[in-house]
C-alpha cells in the first residue's frame, strides 16, 4: 500500500478462484485538501469504476469527463491517460483480465472508451449496485461485488484462451497464423474473433507486449540504481532503433523514454505489485 499524507493507494489481490477472471482490484483515495492528478499506464485491461465521495474527472486526449458518485467501464486501456480525483474522492477499481469482461457483458468496448456498466444492459443494476456499495467498508464492498459477479460469468471461448495464452508465452509469435494451423481455422475467422471478444488486434497486444517488456526493464534498471544503457534496452526488447523505440513510448504514454523516467513519481503501473 502507498500512503501520504494527501493520498492512500493500494492493490489488492483477488483469490485463487476468481484469478482466471480478476487480475487485482485498485483503491485510492484522496484525503487531502487539494485535487491529485495521476497518469494511468495502459494495460490492454477494461476496468470497472466505482467513484465515491468527491468528483473524478477523465483527459482522455483533448477531452475531459467528469463523474461524481457513480461506476464506470473504461477500456481496453490502449494509451495513457489522467485522472484527477478531488478532495474527499474514493476509488475501487475491478480490473478484468485476457476475455474476462466479454464474459460478463457479452460484448467488448470497441467504440467507446468509457461508458457506465448499464447502458451495456437493460436495466440499471449497476446504479444501484454503487448506492450499495457506497456506505460499506472496502472489504466489504469486494466480498459484495464478487458475489454480485460471480453468477453471471459465461463459459469462455477456446480459441481466445489459447490466443491470450499464446501472447503471454510466444510473445515474437503471430498467434492467429500458429492457432489457424494448429484448428484448421481461416486466419480472417480467429482476427474477427479476437477484435469481437477482446477490443483489439493480436498485432496490436504483441506491440502492447513489447512496449511492456520495455517498461519492466526499466523498472529493474531503476530498483538497481543502474546508468540507463538504452542500446541496451533496443536489443533486449528486439526494436529495429532508438526512433521505434521512442515512437511506442510516445504512441503508449505520449512522453519520450528519457520523459517517462522523469516523470515516475506522477505515474500509476496497473501492471505493478509494488
Not at 79 to 93: C, K, N, S
Not at 104 to 110: D, E, P, S
Amino acid at each position: 500500500m502507498t500512503e501520504r499524507l494527501d493520498y492512500i493507494s493500494e492493490r489488492i489481490e483477488v483469490s485463487e478462484k476468481f484469478q482466471p477472471v480478476f487480475s487485482h482490484f485498485y483503491y485510492a483515495a484522496n484525503i487531502g485538501s487539494e485535487s491529485l492528478t495521476k497518469t494511468l499506464l495502459p494495460n490492454y485491461q477494461t476496468v470497472l469504476v466505482f467513484c465515491f465521495g468527491g468528483e473524478v474527472s477523465l483527459s482522455v486526449g483533448e477531452a475531459v469527463a467528469r463523474f461524481i458518485n457513480t461506476c464506470l467501464v473504461l477500456g481496453p486501456i490502449k494509451r495513457a491517460f489522467d485522472y484527477t480525483l478531488a478532495p474527499g474522492t474514493e476509488l475501487l477499481v475491478i480490473n478484468f483480465k485476457g476475455d474476462a469482461f466479454y464474459r460478463f457483458f457479452g460484448r467488448a468496448l470497441i467504440d467507446h472508451f468509457f461508458m457506465h456498466p448499464d447502458d451495456l444492459l437493460t436495466d440499471s443494476c449497476f446504479a444501484e449496485l454503487t448506492l450499495k456499495l457506497q456506505a460499506k467498508s472496502n472489504e466489504e464492498r469486494i466480498r459484495y461485488l464478487l458475489a454480485f459477479c460471480e453468477p453471471y460469468l459465461r463459459i469462455n471461448d477456446q480459441d481466445v484462451a489459447h490466443m491470450l495464452t499464446f501472447h503471454e508465452t510466444h510473445t515474437w509469435l503471430n498467434p492467429i497464423q500458429e492457432i489457424a494451423s494448429e484448428t484448421r481455422q481461416t486466419e480472417r475467422n480467429l482476427q474477427l474473433k479476437h477484435k469481437k471478444i477482446l477490443g483489439y488486434s493480436a498485432k496490436e497486444l504483441n506491440r502492447y507486449y513489447r512496449f511492456l517488456k520495455a517498461i519492466q526493464w526499466l523498472e529493474q534498471q531503476l530498483k538497481r540504481k543502474g546508468k540507463i544503457n538504452w542500446f541496451e534496452l533496443i536489443e533486449h526488447c528486439s526494436y529495429y532503433d532508438q526512433s521505434q523505440l521512442i515512437h511506442d513510448f510516445k504512441h503508449f504514454t505520449q512522453l519520450t523514454p528519457k520523459q517517462y523516467l522523469s516523470l515516475q513519481h506522477q505515474l500509476c503501473n496497473p501492471n505493478s505489485v509494488d
